[in-house]
């Protein structure tokens, strides 16, 4: 039997999501200090964010949406510290198809709305 089927490793994990009484486990951070990857909320319990670049782009369970500009602030981290911890010594999460498609989105309306220049 692997460890992710042992309830002790079980708990253990756990433990890092979540606390005693069920409600996820969340710290605040400086944002500037996140590596790609991480997901936040900009004010607790709101949208989760996953921080990706100079960007954050929106989360739901369709997929990520148009991205907005980084804040400099203070957010609610929502991915496990110990995970972040992986993040930072150069552990890189897959990411949803929808958050390439939501730059690449964002890209082109910055394109669009540029004024173009005649020759």
Not at 1 to 15: H, L, N
């Amino acid at each position: 039997m692997g460890a992710a089927f042992c309830p002790a490793y079980r708990e253990r994990i756990s433990d890092h999501h979540y606390q005693r009484d069920k409600t996820k486990r969340t710290y605040t951070e400086q944002l500037d200090l996140l590596p790609d990857g991480t997901l936040v909320a900009l004010e607790s319990g709101g949208i989760p964010y996953l921080v990706l670049g100079g960007l954050l782009l929106p989360w739901s369970v369709e997929g990520y949406g148009a991205p907005i500009a980084r804040p400099a602030s203070v957010v609610e981290v929502l991915t496990p510290r110990s995970t972040v911890r992986v993040i930072v010594h150069g552990y890189r999460p897959e990411v949803h198809p929808s958050a390439g498609a939501a730059l690449v989105i964002a890209q082109l309306s910055k394109i669009k709305g540029r004024s173009r220049v005649s020759n």
